[in-house]
């Protein structure tokens, strides 16, 4: 049957909202940002319950317990150090030592200590970590720290992360010679992606890591092992706070531009690194005071910034909450709170606010060094590990590149074959969707926005909301000629404004019987309103609004997959209970067909396809994969993948 020429879009653009009756744009923001809320003050309510160190320490071993499930363990393989150094510089008041040690087995971690000269031994030391510079350790303002630090006498330990510094493990050139994965973000998104698969978290990784920097401090005999302090900026800072849950044997800490609140940052719209974005810490209540009184009562700083995008807002609410902690133990001195009068990173007054902390706790000074940001920072040839600034191309005997181990942990991790009834199980358990799992309410009061019959052609069309203030949009075609009581819903990634891209597929089901042009939210007539920026490469497009709303679903142990399969299953609904057709099937459209497999599944109807059908591990059949956050759905391939969705459901090729 021949489409009509109608409009089958429910809006002309994206300023009026549906048809002039909501505005939509905002409304998935909006939906996750009062859960947010909601949990929020189930936290607070929570923790104004706790009178007592006691209580308190039980429930921050819970928090403790909570935060290494989530990043996915940290039961790697024990090895040894090994630590190798390859070059040592003399300076007046300090030595340099370059090394690498091994972190992971066969993994290595790329450092500089900076070891202070004539000062009283053993000395303190500072393990610090770095934010998403490219530079990692050898960053002018993470060097200024550790020179400021050790001209005070203290041992300063400055460690690449995953992914940056001289841990670049993506060197694939483009052609104007720039690294074709080259900032940590990308590298981390690289890195992570498969891991997120996989039920874990690059911040696994990273805390580990730094537990092994902590036993390396350990190791060394002119460090003072009860005054080992870790500090971070940025994405350091997210490694710091997360690192001070798990690991007891830091006698302070100084988390830098990080700290924040959970509502006053989801309200910024502002997106993050994957690694800093914990699978189900939100729905477990895993908050930002919970890191900063991960070593409560020791002394803690939460360095703050006046401009940074972490807003400083929720920076004071985190330090005014745990503050009560603190006060438990007397000890409320122990924990400060400062704001640096710029924006966010190391600048001069958080490079000052850092310095003293360290001189007060560590050194039992007064606050009133005098701290020079404009001071010259050591070369890269000083600094460099590695002959050409990569740990890759060293000759280490039985090296891995942590993407080797990643994908050695798939081996390990990937799910195992299974019936149908098996498989909806682990639909079901993978999506962590409530409303999947109990009986449906009914859809009530559909709005039928316009009804045109064009020859053997009518055309309606609808919204209505599949749950609590989350609107879809549909356009129901039917075939006149056909009397069959069949419905196909159709699904491609923006359904209703894309008709004529898809004429052929709609033409086809309408030789069958009636199809529902479905928009599942944030597509087609009810989009997303792109209100943060993207980030990309030539090998995909790494951050964008979708992402940014996947992140907080996954914060609430779900994803926007398993949201846009509940709209697929409710498109069925409205088909079968107002409506009333007696057969419904499901089409999906290249990654759409993701979507509607999963959704018969749940549902037991039928189901087509139309155009690519691509495996999620596709990620792990190559290092330089193309990336897209619409397959970031966390642990999907310990439960299934694609073809054990063909292989149970059997689908018609359309």
Not at 100 to 110: H, L, N
């Amino acid at each position: 049957m021949k489409l009509a020429d109608v409009k089958y879009h429910l809006i002309e653009n994206g300023d009026n909202g549906v048809d002039g009756y909501y505005r939509t744009e905002s409304q998935i923001f909006d939906y996750l940002l009062d859960k947010v809320k909601a949990k929020e003050l189930e936290d607070e309510t929570e923790k104004a319950n706790i009178k007592t160190i006691e209580e308190f320490e039980r429930k921050r071993k819970e928090k403790r317990q909570i935060l290494i499930d989530a990043i996915g363990g940290l039961d790697f393989e024990k090895c040894d150090l090994n630590p190798v150094i390859t070059k040592t510089t003399e300076f007046e008041k300090f030595t340099v030592k370059n090394l690498y040690f091994q972190t992971i087995k066969d993994v290595y971690m790329t450092a500089n200590l900076y070891v202070p000269k004539n000062a009283k031994m053993p000395c303190p030391a500072v393990l610090m970590t770095c934010g998403h510079d490219k530079k990692g350790k050898n960053s002018p303002g993470y060097q200024k720290i550790a020179l400021e630090l050790v001209e005070c006498g203290v041992a300063v330990l400055v460690v690449d992360p995953i992914g940056q510094g001289e841990r670049h493990y993506y060197d694939k050139l483009t052609d104007d010679g720039n690294l074709l994965v080259g900032t940590p973000v990308q590298n981390h998104m690289y890195t992570a992606l498969p891991l997120n698969l996989i039920g874990k978290n690059l911040m696994g990784f990273m805390v580990y890591e730094l537990t092994r920097a902590v036993d390396y401090l350990f190791s060394l005999d002119f460090i003072d092992k009860e005054k080992i302090a870790l500090t971070g900026n940025s994405g350091g800072g997210t490694q710091t706070c997360m690192t001070m849950l798990i690991e007891d044997r830091l006698c302070a800490a100084m988390p830098c531009c990080y700290t924040s609140g959970r509502v006053e940052y989801a309200k910024t719209g502002q997106p993050q690194d994957s690694e800093q974005i914990v699978y189900g810490l939100i729905e477990d209540k895993v908050n930002y005071d919970d890191f900063i009184t991960g070593i409560a009562p020791k002394p803690v700083r939460i360095g703050a910034a006046r401009y940074d995008f972490f807003c400083v807002e929720g920076a004071k609410r985190t330090y005014e909450k745990a503050k009560k902690i603190y006060s438990l133990y007397g000890k409320e001195d122990n924990l400060s709170f400062t704001v640096a009068n710029h924006v966010h990173g190391v600048r001069a007054d958080m490079l000052r606010n850092n310095v003293n902390f360290f001189r007060k706790v560590l050194l039992g000074l007064e606050e009133n060094q005098q701290t020079d940001y404009n001071r010259v920072p050591l070369d890269d040839e000083t600094l460099n590990v590695t002959k050409d600034g990569f740990i890759i191309h060293e000759e280490i005997s039985g090296q891995k590149t942590p993407i080797e181990v990643i994908k050695e942990m798939y081996e390990k991790e990937k799910y195992t074959d299974c019936d149908l009834p098996e498989l909806k199980n682990r639909v079901l358990d993978l999506l962590n969707l409530p409303a999947l799992k109990t009986e449906r309410e009914k859809i009530e009061y559909p709005r039928i926005v316009f009804d045109q019959t064009d020859g053997n052609q009518r055309t309606r069309r609808i919204f209505f909301f599949t749950e609590k203030d989350i609107i879809c949009s549909a356009t129901l075609i039917e075939n006149l000629t056909l009397n069959t009581g069949v419905c196909t819903v159709y699904v491609s990634d923006d359904t209703t404004r894309e008709v004529e891209k898809n004429k052929a597929d709609i033409e086809k089901l309408l030789d069958k019987g009636a199809v529902l042009l479905f928009d599942v939210r944030g597509s087609g007539s009810v989009p997303l309103r792109e209100y943060n920026y993207s980030h990309g490469t030539s090998v995909g497009m790494f951050i964008n609004t979708f992402y940014i709303h996947n992140c907080y679903a996954k914060m609430f142990k779900t994803s926007m997959y398993a949201y846009r399969v509940f709209d697929v299953v409710r498109g069925t609904d409205l088909l079968k209970d107002y409506f009333g057709f007696t057969t419904v099937n499901l089409c999906g459209k290249d990654f759409a067909n993701l979507y509607t497999l999963t959704a018969s599944v749940i549902t037991g109807d039928k189901s087509m396809v139309s155009g690519k059908l691509s495996r999620i591990s596709e990620v792990f059949d190559k290092t330089y994969y193309h990336i897209t956050p619409n397959v970031d759905i966390h642990g999907m391939l310990k439960y299934y993948d694609v073809p054990l969705l063909v292989k149970n459901l059997n689908p018609e090729k359309l």
